[in-house]
């Protein structure tokens, strides 16, 4: 396999890798804070599908919608952190995350990476 075929390939296998992980919940989101691509893992973590996530603003079901957490994330490139949310069926989520820049066409994006918190 030779040049465009090839990263084709390799970005098809890291996007079905992504979207099928079990236990990480991975959101893509743009500078506006609006999800763009959610992974089936984290409309399970949520409760939502992906028809109600996408477009939902970051942190839009967090205390304070996440305001600290977001202003940290815009200037650092890896930051990781903890929080919580209330999904939709009142259910209080406790969270792990990692959040990076990427860019995606060129674009600039966010990923996180979600965990639920477990406790000790």
Do not use: K
């Not at 860019?103 to 000790?120: D, I």
């Amino acid at each position: 396999m030779v040049g465009d075929a090839f990263q084709i390939l390799q970005r098809s296998l890291l996007g079905e890798a992504i979207d099928l992980l079990d236990g990480v919940a991975v959101f893509v989101w743009n500078e506006e804070r609006h999800y763009v691509a959610v992974n089936e893992e984290a409309c399970r973590l949520v409760g939502l599908d992906r028809q109600a996530l996408i477009g939902m603003l970051v942190g839009e079901l967090s205390p304070d919608r996440a305001a600290g957490d977001l202003e940290r994330v815009r200037g650092a490139g890896v930051t990781e952190g903890t929080s919580s949310f209330t999904r939709p069926d009142g259910e209080l989520v406790e969270i792990s995350w990692t959040t990076l820049h990427t860019r995606v066409a060129g674009l600039p994006y966010m990923v996180s990476l979600v965990r639920r918190r477990v406790s000790s």
